[in-house]
């Protein structure tokens, strides 16, 4: 709940980039990925993830990674499958997950 009371006053996109600091994501491409995993079990990581993509990158624009490459694999997954959802949208489900 601490996350929530930290960010309540914040309005978007600041709320959004705030949770994403709090989560461990700072924009670089590799950004925490032993932070994710550490503090949310493998689908909440993945989600996460796909959301933070969707709202700073947009609809999944990348090829599928080689199925020699599961965690690559897995994370294309998860962003591929929300679809053209809207930045808003994704910005707005991350916050509210980690609240």
Not at 9 to 14: D, M, N, S, T
Not at 37 to 60: E, I, M, R, W
């Amino acid at each position: 709940m601490a996350m929530a009371r930290a960010s309540s006053g914040l309005a978007y996109p600041e709320r959004f980039y705030a949770a994403a600091s709090y989560a461990g994501f700072d924009g670089s491409p590799n950004s925490s990925a032993k932070e994710l995993t550490s503090k949310f079990s493998n689908d909440s990581a993945l989600l996460l993830y796909a959301l933070y993509q969707q709202a700073t990158v947009g609809p999944c624009n990348v090829p599928k990674p080689s199925s020699w490459s599961p965690v690559e694999q897995s994370k294309w997954k998860s962003w591929q499958g929300l679809g053209n959802m809207a930045t808003t949208e994704a910005m707005r489900l991350f916050v509210k997950i980690l609240e």
